[in-house]
């Protein structure tokens, strides 16, 4: 969920910052008077994977806001030290206990309105034994006709599955960059 | 330049913030004892081109530190409310001044290290125009024999240049991910 990112105090210093364009730039930015430091909010990151198990792949029934009880591809937030890749493999553990060898990047999508890019791996899954974390209700495989695509949770997971379909046996391991608007 | 990024005070109500691991996480951020509001630092998104003109490509000779007096490819951060490829061609104007249009995605590498993932698209350069601002000394082309290889201020522009002229003329226009160590 995003949570409010909006500045009111330095990090710094506790200072009640002021939100003013600093020299030599051109947007505002909460600065601190007191300090100095300039405090810059940028776009995050969401990494995760499509595992696939035959012609089945896998999705996970959210137990979290937003979208609680929709389903969607194992993924989240990446963090500080780790590299897109390293984020999709700890996220499709954490969500879903899922065992898999990342196959290449899949998609990558901006979602602008949000600040957000979503970073899909295609991933082959080594075993069937799932183990869903306590962010996931259920985690499943679904064929192709099975993929309940009126119950899924983000535009990015819907993107994401149609690619992996259209391209699916034509040997395109190419990446799908989308803007969603 | 990497500002230091440690959280010392709540952005939401100026308290000094506790280190501590928040109930169902499993590493430490920097939450506030008096509002609850827990703060992540995630990795920062790069952004910019590789400008071409027939078979020369756009470096600019930094005028900022870190890496000042080296030579880029036109790139920054990325920005809230912004797409990838728009913050790309953002920073090839404020940069270099140059008139380009996107030919998409070259390359996606990730500096964990610095906590960081960069992206760079190819561009055609619309017209030799140049106007460069006030963060570049110069801007100027360069055939592949003249890149100053040595003179490169940063591991992803030279890995970009080199994937670059690698594929170049053999119509490979996908995307290529890197990790730099």
């Known amino acids: 969920m995003l949570d409010d990112r909006t500045i009111h105090f330095c990090r710094a210093?506790?200072?009640?910052?002021?939100?003013?364009?600093?020299?030599?730039?051109?947007?505002?930015?909460?600065?601190?008077?007191?300090?100095?430091?300039?405090?810059?909010?940028?776009?995050?990151?969401?990494?995760?994977?499509?595992?696939?198990w035959g012609d089945q792949v896998l999705l996970c029934r959210r137990n979290i806001e937003p979208r609680k009880g929709l389903w969607t591809l194992p993924a989240g937030f990446m963090e500080l030290g780790e590299t897109t890749a390293e984020g999709a493999l700890r996220e499709t553990e954490e969500e879903a206990g899922a065992h898999v060898a990342l196959e290449g990047l899949l998609t990558v999508l901006n979602v602008a309105r949000v600040g957000q890019v979503h970073f899909f791996y295609r991933a082959r899954m080594l075993d069937t034994h799932l183990a869903p974390g306590p962010e996931t209700q259920e985690a499943r495989l679904f064929s192709e006709a099975e993929i309940p695509w009126e119950?899924?949770?983000?535009?990015?997971v819907r993107e994401t599955l149609q690619h992996y379909f259209r391209v699916r046996g034509q040997g395109d391991t190419g990446v799908h960059c989308i803007d969603i608007a």
């Open 151 to 156: 119950e899924l949770a983000f535009r990015t």
């Open 13 to 52: 210093c506790g200072t009640a910052v002021r939100h003013e364009i600093p020299p030599e730039d051109n947007r505002p930015r909460a600065m601190c008077p007191a300090c100095g430091t300039i405090h810059y909010v940028n776009p995050l990151n969401v990494v995760g994977t499509l595992p696939v």
